[in-house]
């Protein structure tokens, strides 16, 4: 990993001296010192070097072997003094790199390296520690980031190091690469996500299966470092972070160093474990490939002991599923254990102790031995696959084996309910709780009401009176009315509350506060209703605060707040969206303390208890309905009609008590494809365009020329920069481009996995932190997928800006993203489809995600946008509009054509803009009527040679609706949205299957019309 210094690009004659000197700096005096012996780095002595070069050479990613092709045996040709820095995933985006690293920093860089292993005297935690801090210290002293190579600058010297590192585990038993790349992935996530009723459910099963991924993925990073696993990367990993930080804790290191990779957890993976306890997000996917050594190297670890080499890798693939199961095994254990505790019981009261009953019952069915998710595994060895080519091949060739074996294994889909012993369960009649009354009883057993697969355990009264006999009736938010649950479904809804998630979470990753997670946790659940409800919260607190500046009108206000929610029944435990978290911040600051507390009291209250139900309330022994909503729309009356009181209250500002939120779901489009190198697909970047612009200098010229045909034009330039042999050497580099043209792909380095999987965990931790800003709840973030829960409100702002920062995060540094002077590359023209759904709350939240998906594969995904010549496949988002009586949806593309980079999600912009003027008053909303009812003949215009038609009749409809009294401004802003509508016109969407195009401009103004109806929905 010191094989190469940071500053290589400016140390080019010395880089090797100055890599043997920072290496020295940073390790003497610590546990790794026996590396650096007369400063020089050694493999207990200089093997250790030899491999290093040997893994720099298997790590290269294709532009290094182009140009080592070019030049032959003299590496040195073809030098390049200009430092710049390109994306490895399209490098026609590059940056040049001006400031040149200063020499005391790059000092301090070592220095503050050393400091915080040097008192780690266990080897394997100093290397977890050096490398959890090796590129975040260099990025915290403010120091630019220099490519491996200045005449190939894909990827940054971190990158390559970081890859080679990797990379030596395959190298450790002499000059043949001898190790294991190991395939593990969880299936059926998709499945056991969306199998929820309540938002609690759908987060506790997408952390869940990220933690039980991690736990597993974790044998193998604690025991061999953090380099064995490609993708996922541990740089940058919230759950790297914390396991890490738990680990130093458990082994007494000391507070200064623990404390230090806090900060660096803070800053680089968004995560500070004292403010959050547990990493906020499941950004860990459920599937991860592993670089390891050979099996008897592993043999050698403690961790391994019980591996059986004499079956090879099938010992290895079977020591991967006992573990698992080993892991759910405990975690099952865990919560049985924990509703004995006083504190559980004290919650759930008499459903504590059936619960515990009940899952011990079911572990002579297997419930404790089968984890909820399948496991697949798939181990492949490099001495068993007779690889004989070039060694840039290797890794991409023992990539192709995988996917050949993963392709085999995805013939046979497994589920969990096929390996539990389910007849023997049923033979009986299945124990429930409460017990069934007899004519239920002959039904036999239930199905889960969440699942729907399994027979259910807890089966929940429908009637309410019956249903206060067994629970509180403050615990029905949490288990409603009817409800019924299998194990699998039970333990989920149990990891709701902190008192049993946290000794879960403390299994799985570890500890990494002093505070214990169950105390510091406090995870509160929101529900559907609070998504839906946050904007009027946030618009409606925020205006009345205003009434602090006179404490006689807050005092008043308090009591009509009071007497509303006085009558609520609230929840046995308040829920707190991110979003709410920060308004109660604002309100504790008040100097009215009545008003605060009514609040306050508000803002805790669940969103549906203090909105939405309707009441039984008893009055004078008689029964009376008591509608919250009424009640609320009664209070903003009151302030209306107030004189004073609505002098400091705009309710204009107010938004509506709206009953509909959205589902937001997102993947990068050919994502399978991007990891295999398949560019054009991936990046929309031809082979030739790729070489071409990868390497700089007059080697990119010689390329350039070779890919061009100039071929005596190259053989001139080689041989005038003293390339031996030139003409072979340019037909041996022809070879190799047609070659990589034939397939259509680069070979793919672990260099550019190391830089992909980078990028791909920034984009997670910016995804969460984009949707906490539009004030949603991030149920996972992959990097390339996602799913979220959002107002309506925010909802296409949200998919604007994901989208937008998921291609070029930074404006003014197109491909890249930085983070003070240090670039990292992103996915420039990779592209994402989306679906958002947006739907009521009290529709099924299982049926609305799983539609929500449909939609992404089967029609965003599906897409393809044409206009005259060209086209651009999938970048599309479907929005569907769910009211309780139907369902309509749209599609919309999210990039254009021709000019992918430019506009990214230009429609959202557009409705977005379109709604703002008319709530601010410069259109009537009878312009998306009109817009509407005329969508057939707009669309019977949209065709080539009818222009002028199609502008004079939408420049009629915009001059109709405008309700700007300055006519001359009107005419103006009606003006640029014809150009602006018009530009698209001729834009067609084409499907599989579909006989004729559909129009981009009807799909507009639907989209328009749907949008309207989930802002306004008030069912």
């Not at 030596?168 to 000059?175: A, E, S, V």
């Not at 254990?333 to 504590?352: F, H, M, Q, Y």
């Not at 509303?564 to 008040?590: N, Y």
């Not at 010689?702 to 920069?721: F, N, S, T």
Request: charged share 30%; hydrophobic share 40%.
């Amino acid at each position: 990993m010191l094989h190469d210094p940071p500053n290589k690009a400016w140390r080019l004659r010395d880089h090797r001296e100055e890599a043997r000197k920072i290496a020295s700096e940073i390790l003497k005096g610590t546990s790794l010192e026996y590396l650096v012996e007369k400063g020089k780095i050694i493999a207990i002595a200089d093997e250790m070097e030899r491999i290093a070069k040997q893994a720099d050479i298997y790590a290269s990613s294709v532009d290094r072997w182009l140009l080592s092709k070019l030049v032959g045996e003299d590496y040195s040709l073809f030098p390049v003094e200009d430092v710049k820095l390109k994306n490895i995933f399209n490098p026609k985006f590059y940056q040049s790199i001006r400031e040149r690293p200063a020499e005391n920093y790059v000092n301090k860089f070592a220095e503050s390296l050393n400091n915080l292993i040097r008192h780690i005297r266990d080897p394997r935690l100093a290397y977890h520690v050096l490398y959890a801090s090796y590129e975040p210290i260099w990025i915290e002293l403010g120091l630019p980031s220099g490519p491996a190579d200045t005449r190939a600058p894909t990827h940054t010297v971190f990158d390559h190091n970081y890859a080679t590192a990797s990379m030596m585990n395959w190298l450790l038993k002499g000059r043949e690469p001898d190790g294991i790349l190991l395939y593990i992935d969880l299936g059926r996530v998709q499945r056991f996500i969306s199998s929820s009723r309540k938002l609690r459910d759908l987060w506790v099963s997408s952390y869940l299966a990220s933690a039980l991924a991690w736990r597993l993925f974790w044998i193998f990073v604690r025991a061999l470092g953090p380099d064995v696993m490609v993708l996922p990367t541990c740089r940058g990993n919230p759950f790297y972070y914390h396991s890490l930080i738990s680990e130093l804790i458990a082994n007494g290191i000391d507070e200064s160093v623990i404390n230090e990779i806090k900060k660096i957890s803070a800053k680089i993976a968004g995560y500070d474990p004292e403010k959050d306890i547990i990493p906020r997000y499941a950004v860990v996917p459920v599937t991860a490939t592993f670089i390891l050594p050979s099996l008897d190297v592993l043999k050698e670890f403690e961790e391994f002991r019980e591996l059986d080499v004499n079956k090879g890798v099938k010992g290895l693939e079977e020591f991967v599923e006992k573990k698992y199961e080993e892991i759910w095994r405990e975690i099952y254990g865990l919560v049985v254990k924990t509703l004995e505790t006083e504190t559980v019981k004290n919650r759930l009261g008499d459903l504590a102790v059936k619960a515990r009953e009940l899952l011990e019952e079911c572990r002579k069915y297997g419930f404790d031995k089968v984890p909820p998710l399948p496991l697949r595994v798939i181990a492949l060895s490099t001495s068993e696959n007779g690889f004989k080519g070039e060694r840039y091949m290797l890794y991409h060739h023992m990539l192709e084996l995988l996917r050949d074996r993963e392709n085999e294994r995805k013939l046979y889909k497994s589920s969990p309910e096929e390996r539990l012993e389910l007849t023997k369960m049923t033979l009986q009649p299945v124990k429930t709780w409460p017990e069934p009354k007899e004519a239920e009883r002959r039904k036999g057993f239930e199905y889960c009401s969440v699942c729907g697969r399994l027979p259910a355990i807890i089966v929940l009264p429908s009637d309410e009176e019956e249903y206060g006999k067994y629970l509180d009736l403050k615990l029905e938010p949490i288990f409603s009315m009817g409800e019924r649950l299998c194990p699998y479904c039970l333990i989920k809804r149990l990891l709701s509350f902190s008192e049993i998630l946290g000794p879960v979470v403390d299994h799985l990753l570890g500890r990494a506060s002093k505070k214990r997670t169950s105390e510091g946790l406090k995870l509160k659940f929101p529900s559907v209703s609070d998504v839906a409800l946050i904007p009027f919260k946030r618009s409606f607190v925020e205006n009345v605060m205003k009434l602090d500046k006179d404490q006689r009108l807050a005092e008043e206000l308090a009591v009509w707040i009071n007497e509303i929610l006085q009558k609520l029944v609230k929840s046995e435990e308040d829920s707190v969206m991110p979003a709410e978290r920060d308004l109660l911040e604002k309100v504790k600051k008040m100097k009215s303390s009545r008003l605060a507390e009514e609040l306050e009291s508000m803002l805790l209250t669940d969103s549906e208890a203090a909105f939405l139900r309707t009441y039984r309330l008893k009055r004078d022994e008689k029964e009376e309905m008591f509608s919250p909503r009424r009640e609320w729309l009664k209070l903003l009356e009151r302030i209306r009609k107030h004189e004073e009181m609505s002098k400091y209250v705009n309710l204009k500002e107010i938004e509506g008590l709206n009953t509909y939120y959205v589902i937001a779901k997102c993947d990068a489009d050919n994502m399978g494809k991007i990891i295999r190198g398949k560019v054009k697909e991936g990046f929309r970047i031809t082979v030739e365009e790729y070489l071409s612009n990868a390497l700089e200098g007059e080697a990119r010229e010689v390329v350039k020329a070779i890919i061009e045909g100039r071929l005596q034009q190259a053989v001139k330039i080689c041989g005038g920069a003293g390339v031996r042999d030139p003409e072979d050497r340019v037909n041996e580099v022809e070879g190799f481009i047609k070659s990589l043209k034939e397939k259509g792909e680069i070979i793919i380095a672990l260099s550019y996995h190391s830089a992909l999987s980078r990028a791909l965990m920034a984009n997670a931790i910016r995804d969460a932190e984009i949707v906490k800003k539009h004030d949603g709840i991030t149920v996972y973030a992959g990097g390339d997928d996602l799913l979220a829960l959002v107002p309506v409100k925010n909802s296409l702002k949200m998919v604007y800006e994901l989208r937008k920062k998921f291609s070029f995060p930074s404006e003014d540094l197109k491909g890249f993203e930085k983070i003070k002077n240090y670039l990292i590359p992103s996915l420039a023209t990779a592209s994402r489809s989306f679906s958002i759904y947006i739907t009521h709350y009290m529709f099924p939240l299982y049926t609305a995600i799983s539609r929500s998906g449909e939609l992404l594969e089967d029609e965003a995904k599906e897409s393809v946008w044409v206009k005259e010549d060209e086209k651009i496949e999938k970048d599309t988002i479907a929005l569907a509009y769910s009211p309780r009586g139907g369902e309509q949806y749209v599609v919309l593309p999210l990039s254009n054509i021709g000019d992918p980079e430019r506009n990214l999600a230009r429609s959202l912009g557009d409705i977005d803009a379109i709604i703002s003027e008319i709530e601010e008053g410069r259109f009537s909303v009878s312009l998306i009527y009109d817009l509407y009812n005329s969508r057939e003949t707009l669309k019977k215009l949209s065709k080539k040679g009818r222009e002028a038609l199609l502008e004079m009749v939408i420049r009629d409809i915009f001059r109709r609706n405008c309700e700007m009294q300055d006519k001359q401004q009107c005419e103006k802003v009606a003006e640029a949205w014809v150009r602006r509508l018009v530009e698209s016109y001729s834009l067609q969407r084409w499907k599989k299957r579909d006989k004729e195009p559909g129009s981009y401009m009807e799909q507009f103004i639907l989209a328009l019309k749907l949008y309207r109806s989930g802002l306004r929905g008030v069912e």
